[in-house]
């Protein structure tokens, strides 16, 4: 059973583009939802997280929205660079308990 | 500040033989969880210690089993090696009871089984 479900599973864009990312959950009891970059051959690096009571997050070009009543929410990266081009995974969690991952994003940004 | 650390980097072992990957948590963190990655695929939780005791285990069967010290880093070793046991192995620390509950990922262990 797949508790998050993330899409799509790649995404080109072009160098100042702003890509989505869209992971949708079923556990109600999940309360912390963090975005992790990953770029081949190292480990996941957590890049912004949010809790369920707030509906958008930002640090610096990545923006988180959450959507509670439909369980579901997003990764966007503003002003999009060749640097950022990595795999993205969305996570979830109740409590201090651990994570659930989603299938991840490749994303590739085109300079 | 030292991060999550991990060792080995790469490793190969021979389908039926026994792996040892050890973990060193991130500085002031008391729990550590253990993560195995499949080439293209999200990580799988395997396990979680916290006071040298396995607190939670995900479905992975008993040949994946593990120790924390008191020093807190940690050990995951697999017995009877599968063909399909070859992934990227992940330690992962955090602090329990803290909100916010930041886990952070070593770089991993590379294990290739042939």
């Known amino acids: 059973q797949q508790q998050v479900k993330q899409s799509p599973q790649s995404l080109i864009v072009q160098k100042g583009g702003i890509p989505i990312i869209n992971c949708a959950y079923e556990n109600t009891a999940f309360d912390y939802f963090p975005w992790y970059q990953q770029f081949p051959g190292k480990g996941p690096a957590l890049l912004i997280a949010?809790?369920?009571?707030?509906s958008e997050k930002k640090e610096g070009r990545f923006t988180i929205s959450f959507n509670k009543s439909a369980k579901q929410f997003s990764l966007h990266i503003m002003d999009s660079q060749p640097g950022d081009s990595a795999t993205y995974f969305c996570a979830a969690s109740e409590g201090y308990s651990t994570l659930t991952f989603g299938k991840g994003t490749m994303l590739l940004v085109s300079p | 500040d030292a991060g999550v650390t991990q060792s080995p980097t790469h490793l190969i072992k021979t389908r039926g033989q026994q792996v040892t990957l050890r973990c060193s948590p991130k500085?002031?963190?008391?729990?550590v969880s253990w993560y195995q990655q499949a080439l293209g695929q999200g990580p799988q939780f395997i396990f979680q210690?916290?006071?040298?005791?396995?607190?939670q285990r995900g479905n992975f069967p008993d040949r994946f089993s593990g120790h924390q010290f008191p020093n807190y880093s940690s050990e995951l070793n697999v017995n009877a090696l599968l063909l399909g046991d070859s992934a990227l192995y992940l330690c992962?620390?955090?602090?329990?009871?803290?909100?916010?509950?930041?886990?952070?990922f070593g770089e991993g262990s590379w294990l290739t089984v042939v």
């Open positions: 210690y916290y006071e040298e005791e396995e607190r």
């Open positions: 500085s002031g963190h008391d729990t």
């Open positions: 992962a620390s955090s602090l329990l009871g803290v909100s916010g509950n930041t886990i952070y």
């Open positions: 949010i809790r369920p009571d707030v």
